[in-house]
């Protein structure tokens, strides 16, 4: 299994490297940009197979890997799909192993072949019922409904409507980041740690009046 695997790993890190672009030949222009809602629309398509060479057979079901093995897999197919541009991305902490079992059952799936925006490996199949994919308990979709669940179209006021991202924000990284959650609690959305003039918290990077003074010394 080693040396197979060995050879897989080689396999993937040359494919990396020599993804081939339909637009690859022409310089690209500051005039060519697009939306990603217009690029979405037009982009060529092809199946991840056949793009890259690496098959879904050849990638081995978690259950026959360590967990070394199960990480440098997924590292090779993260940095793959990465060139691709078609990235995977969990929303919160989720296993490797079954990180890795995700990439390999959905591999075989279609790619949109951006230049400008970035595309988003899809984790499941459509129409698949939520906990029933990949990811299993960790399923993004049944994640996201049943936080939205309650939610009704509403009229909501300014104070309303920052108090209800900071709820949806709070439940999304302590989902994401466990005991780690308040490391990225989002202060600038609860209005208890605004600034003695009501503004949101700024990270430390808002100027003070030495600061601008300092970027006005040419005026003086």
């Not at 790993?9 to 060519?32: H, M, R, V, Y």
């Not at 897999?73 to 296993?95: M, T």
């Amino acid at each position: 299994m080693q040396e197979y695997l060995h050879q897989l790993l080689t396999d993937i890190t040359e494919a990396s490297q020599n993804i081939s672009w339909p637009f690859a030949e022409k310089e690209l222009q500051p005039g060519d940009w697009i939306s990603d809602e217009d690029e979405d629309k037009i982009p060529p398509i092809r199946n991840l197979e056949e793009w890259t060479g690496i098959k879904q057979v050849m990638l081995p079901p978690e259950k026959m890997l360590n967990d070394k093995q199960v990480l440098q897999l997924l590292d090779a197919l993260k940095k793959l799909l990465n060139a691709c541009n078609w990235s995977f991305v969990v929303q919160f902490n989720v296993p490797e192993r079954i990180q890795y079992e995700t990439i390999r059952q959905n591999f075989q799936q279609e790619v949109k072949m951006k230049r400008w925006h970035m595309g988003f490996f899809d984790v499941c199949k459509p129409g698949t019922k939520h906990r029933s994919c990949a990811l299993g308990a960790y399923c993004h979709c049944a994640f996201f409904a049943e936080m939205f669940k309650d939610m009704v179209e509403e009229e909501l006021s300014p104070e309303e409507e920052r108090a209800r991202a900071l709820e949806i924000e709070v439940n999304h990284i302590r989902k994401k980041y466990g005991d780690d959650w308040m490391k990225y609690y989002p202060y600038h959305l609860d209005k208890n740690h605004d600034d003695e003039n009501g503004e949101p918290y700024d990270y430390g990077f808002g100027e003070d009046e030495e600061d601008e003074d300092d970027d006005n010394w040419w005026r003086k």
